[in-house]
């Protein structure tokens, strides 16, 4: 997960320098930014930080109704959404990679639309696992965690190597986004694709090599980053929503 949050920051990096000024995987700042946008302020988009949050649901929503069955744990359902947010990804960067470093505004907006969408699942697929303070997607209630169960806020012990590895990575994954702009517009998101990919194969292997650790695998897995360095709506429903373990994430 700490790998997903890392890939988080990287999407939202090429989504809001690269697709005018719209977050694919931080919900909440589209909200603000539609809210701002509204009212007029700044020239501010609405189109897109609509269908961002638009498509993020309709991903989050398909996670949720694919993971119903299941438990917890890390099971085939939950490769096959990690590797379906992989191949979106791949799929994604391909068709930005062939309209240019500028594509026209419906181009972009349907470019928006799909990784938000992408990131949607991702979100959900994280929140099933339950990870604490890991959804890949929102930082905010990890970051009120530290701070709340500090020494200074009265708190005795906290996972804290967790807590600063998901803000450190988040914010690694923006810088790299922002810097894999200067490639182009497609190659943080390609990069992006090639970590979940990875991320769906590994939790696969792991948990086919031994199926009776497959709880305790979801959960390892499940440390990563779409958790992520920014605040968004759906991330802050997963968080809200499963308290998770305090199990460590490669």
Do not use: C
Not at 69 to 88: D, Y
Request: aromatic share 4%; no cysteine.
């Amino acid at each position: 997960m700490l790998a997903l949050t890392f890939s988080t920051g990287v999407i939202d990096a090429v989504g809001y320098l690269g697709l005018d000024r719209v977050f694919t995987g931080n919900m909440t700042g589209n909200v603000v930014i539609l809210g701002m946008g509204l009212a007029g302020a700044d020239d501010l988009p609405i189109a897109g930080p609509a269908l961002a949050l638009a498509g993020f649901m309709v991903g989050a929503a398909i996670g949720g109704r694919v993971l119903k069955p299941e438990s917890g744990a890390w099971t085939f359902r939950t490769t096959a959404l990690f590797t379906t947010v992989g191949v979106m990804m791949t799929a994604i960067a391909a068709t930005m990679f062939l309209v240019g470093n500028q594509p026209d505004r419906p181009a972009g907006l349907a470019i928006t639309a799909a990784l938000a969408a992408a990131m949607g699942i991702q979100a959900a697929t994280a929140r099933h696992l339950a990870v604490k303070d890991i959804t890949t997607v929102v930082v905010t209630s990890l970051i009120t965690g530290l701070a709340a169960d500090s020494r200074l806020g009265g708190g005795l012990s906290q996972p804290w190597v967790r807590r600063i590895a998901a803000l450190v990575l988040i914010s690694a994954g923006a810088v790299g986004g922002a810097l894999a702009l200067s490639l182009h517009l497609g190659a943080g998101v390609a990069i992006s694709a090639v970590i979940v990919l990875a991320v769906a194969v590994i939790g696969h292997l792991t948990t086919r090599a031994d199926p009776a650790a497959a709880a305790e695998t979801g959960t390892q897995m499940a440390g990563t980053a779409g958790g992520t360095g920014t605040a968004g709506g759906a991330g802050t429903t997963g968080e809200a929503g499963r308290a998770g373990t305090d199990t460590a994430a490669p």
